[in-house]
């Protein structure tokens, strides 16, 4: 199976808050990241979460790791039509590589 | 600052021609250099990664090739492409282990739109 997994769709209304979950299979992960990706581009990096830490807030965004159940979510406050991606959560081991995962694709409804 | 250049954008090429898409990055030193493929639905799979000039480690069997001539710059090549070549190629770069700024974020290229016909 695959490394990262991730629900494929999300739909939210506009100022509601969208929360993105992921679920990874390696317990030695070091860093955790969520991307963004808009369409026709490549991905930009939000945040990112080391692996000894449980929370991450950056201003409208939260980020949250449960390293027990090998779990992690994004929320982004305040949705915005600019919100409107794919996004993508991403592990990283003591090599070179990221594995992502499928990709969330969120839609902001007005 | 950092950046990272890949072209060309949008290619559309048919069955059994070759390929080449080029990747730069200006601004830093001996980066880890990658290429990605991105399929609807399947996310991200690594082709390719190279730590340094002439070192390419393939990560799936394919009909791609990749090249590190310089330091900065990462090619991607096919001789004869196929339809199931068809997709969004990223290419991107970190941060070295000699850099000492392990938090391995990758840095996005814009991406190359091939369409195998």
């Known amino acids: 199976g695959e490394d990262v997994e991730q629900s494929l769709f999300l739909s939210v209304r506009e100022g509601d808050s969208s929360v993105i979950n992921c679920t990874y299979t390696d317990s030695s992960s070091t860093y955790l990241y969520w991307y963004k990706q808009e369409p026709g581009a490549g991905l930009q990096l939000l945040t990112y979460i080391f692996s000894n830490m449980d929370m991450k807030q950056d201003q409208r965004l939260t980020v949250l790791l449960n390293k027990k159940d090998k779990h992690l979510s994004l929320r982004i406050a305040d949705t915005q039509t600019g919100d409107s991606a794919i996004y993508f959560c991403?592990?990283?081991?003591?090599?070179?590589?990221?594995?992502f995962g499928a990709g969330t694709t969120v839609t902001v409804r007005a | 600052s950092q950046t990272i250049h890949q072209w060309p954008a949008t290619l559309v090429q048919p069955v059994g021609s070759p390929l080449s898409l080029e990747c730069t990055v200006e601004g830093t030193s001996n980066p880890n250099l990658y290429w990605y493929r991105q399929a609807a639905g399947r996310g991200l799979q690594l082709l390719f990664y190279?730590?340094?000039?002439?070192?390419i480690s393939s990560e799936v069997p394919q009909n791609l090739s990749a090249s590190r001539p310089q330091d900065r710059q990462f090619i991607l090549s096919s001789k004869k492409l196929l339809l199931s070549d068809s997709g969004f190629y990223l290419c991107?770069?970190?941060?070295?282990?000699?850099?000492?700024?392990?938090?391995?974020?990758?840095?996005f290229g814009e991406g190359s739109r091939l369409t195998v016909l």
């Open positions: 190279s730590v340094g000039i002439g070192q």
């Open positions: 991107a770069w970190s941060e070295g282990w000699l850099a000492g700024t392990r938090t391995g974020e990758l840095f």
């Open positions: 991403a592990e990283s081991k003591y090599d070179y590589k990221l594995s």
